[in-house]
């Protein structure tokens, strides 16, 4: 699906930085960049806004004071040069918070994130007729690859890089085992080892502290053990072992 965001940023240089990011994804629409809050009020009262990118030091209103008095039925991802507004952002449920200079593998993180959710909220609606498959861009060989997330069978780490193991094909990325497993929801998706996340879903048997998946056998870390097989267990109890 297309996700339809703006940018609200007094600094002409950091709105460049914003929308230079942006033209990597396909799936991400600016309709719109501003000054101010008081000017994207009138776009944003249509409901046509999924996402907004807003800076909190800003002439008109304070970032945080517009969270605060407006409705809420849109992502917000902080785009500040201060780190000190964090926690009180988070208090008032924003995506991410992203402070200036961005770089691009962060921004990435939160793209990833941001589709994550207008997935989940888009598959609750019964009227929705387009693409339910979520999925997540990785960066590979300098371009961004979609991933459904349901091709995927597990992420072996590799020091600095990451191998992504997937039904159609292997991807190397510049990137950490704890990075991507956080980008990844939870119900299907569980660390087993130091070197290792897996797909629950894909799992064929499991044996002692080994589990397999698509003919690897991949050990299951000691300090892991109790929580992964409470979480396999609980969650897939036509799990055949």
Same mark, same amino acid.
Request: hydrophobic share 40%.
């Given at each position: 699906?297309?996700?339809?965001?703006?940018?609200?940023?007094?600094?002409p240089f950091?709105?460049?930085?914003i929308?230079s990011h942006?033209?990597?994804f396909?799936?991400?629409?600016? *309709?719109?960049s501003f000054?101010? #809050?008081?000017e994207?009020l009138?776009? *944003?009262?249509q409901?046509?806004?999924?996402?907004?990118f807003?800076?909190?030091?800003?002439?008109?209103m304070?970032?945080?004071?517009f969270?605060?008095?407006?409705?809420?039925?849109?992502?917000?991802i902080?785009?500040?040069?201060?780190?000190?507004?964090?926690?009180?952002?988070?208090?008032?449920?924003?995506?991410?918070?992203l402070v200036? #200079? *961005?770089?691009f593998?962060?921004?990435?993180?939160t793209?990833?994130?941001l589709?994550?959710?207008?997935?989940?909220?888009?598959?609750k609606?019964?009227e929705?007729?387009?693409?339910?498959? #979520?999925?997540i861009?990785l960066?590979?060989?300098?371009?961004l690859?979609?991933?459904?997330?349901?091709?995927i069978?597990?992420?072996?780490?590799?020091?600095?890089?990451?191998k992504?193991?997937?039904t159609?094909?292997?991807?190397?990325?510049?990137?950490?085992?704890?990075g991507?497993?956080e980008?990844? #929801?939870?119900?299907n998706?569980?660390?087993?080892?130091?070197s290792?996340?897996?797909? *629950?879903? =894909?799992? =064929?048997?499991?044996?002692?502290?080994?589990?397999e998946?698509?003919a690897?056998r991949?050990?299951i870390?000691?300090?892991?053990?109790?929580?992964?097989?409470?979480?396999?267990?609980?969650?897939?109890?036509?799990?055949?072992?």
């Amino acid at each position: 699906m297309i996700v339809k965001c703006i940018i609200i940023d007094d600094e002409p240089f950091a709105i460049k930085v914003i929308e230079s990011h942006l033209a990597s994804f396909k799936n991400i629409e600016l *309709i719109g960049s501003f000054n101010n #809050p008081l000017e994207a009020l009138e776009i *944003i009262e249509q409901g046509e806004v999924d996402a907004i990118f807003l800076d909190i030091n800003m002439p008109g209103m304070n970032g945080l004071d517009f969270i605060k008095n407006s409705r809420n039925n849109y992502q917000i991802i902080i785009t500040t040069a201060y780190r000190e507004y964090a926690v009180e952002s988070f208090e008032l449920d924003v995506l991410d918070y992203l402070v200036k #200079p *961005i770089p691009f593998n962060r921004f990435l993180k939160t793209i990833n994130k941001l589709n994550q959710v207008i997935n989940k909220n888009q598959s609750k609606n019964e009227e929705y007729q387009g693409n339910k498959e #979520p999925f997540i861009f990785l960066k590979v060989d300098k371009k961004l690859v979609k991933i459904l997330l349901k091709d995927i069978l597990f992420i072996e780490s590799l020091k600095d890089y990451i191998k992504v193991i997937t039904t159609h094909g292997n991807y190397l990325v510049h990137k950490s085992l704890t990075g991507i497993t956080e980008e990844l #929801p939870n119900s299907n998706f569980i660390r087993v080892h130091r070197s290792y996340t897996i797909a *629950i879903d =894909k799992i =064929k048997s499991i044996e002692g502290n080994l589990v397999e998946i698509d003919a690897k056998r991949i050990p299951i870390g000691r300090n892991y053990a109790k929580h992964v097989k409470e979480t396999i267990f609980s969650n897939n109890k036509d799990l055949h072992i």
